[in-house]
């Protein structure tokens, strides 16, 4: 079983930064793929960011050049440098891990830019 825990979120003004965690419960070294992924009211959950274990990333294109996600395997922790924020970044945003046969997912953080 792996718990994924979220924090980092709160409000910011537009053109500001953020930096979310995702700490687990274990080890991560051998999950291959992790991600943030976001989602608000009425809409689907749709990818941020993700990281393979290699290194490899990949951003959607509303987030490219502005946010930056990274993997410490030492600390069992994904983050998500958030820069540049913009109102329509405003949504919960929650980490995921992608095992064999098995998605796990944290309860996740409300990030909210508003002047």
């Known amino acids: 079983q792996l718990q994924l825990v979220e924090s980092g979120g709160g409000l910011v003004q537009p053109g500001g930064s953020l930096r979310l965690s995702c700490a687990a419960s274990?080890?991560?070294?051998?999950?291959?793929?992790m991600g943030w992924y976001r989602q608000t009211p009425g809409k689907q959950r749709e990818l941020v960011a993700r990281?393979?274990?290699?290194?490899?990333?990949n951003y959607a294109d509303s987030v490219k050049g502005r946010f930056t996600i990274s993997r410490d395997n030492a600390r069992n922790t994904v983050y998500l440098q958030m820069n540049s924020l913009k109102p329509e970044d405003t949504a919960v945003y929650s980490c995921?891990?992608?095992?064999?046969?098995?998605?796990?997912w944290g309860q996740g953080t409300q990030v909210t830019v508003s002047s």
């Open positions: 990281i393979t274990r290699a290194g490899s990333t």
């Open positions: 995921a891990a992608f095992v064999v046969g098995t998605d796990y």
């Open positions: 274990r080890n991560i070294f051998s999950i291959n793929t």
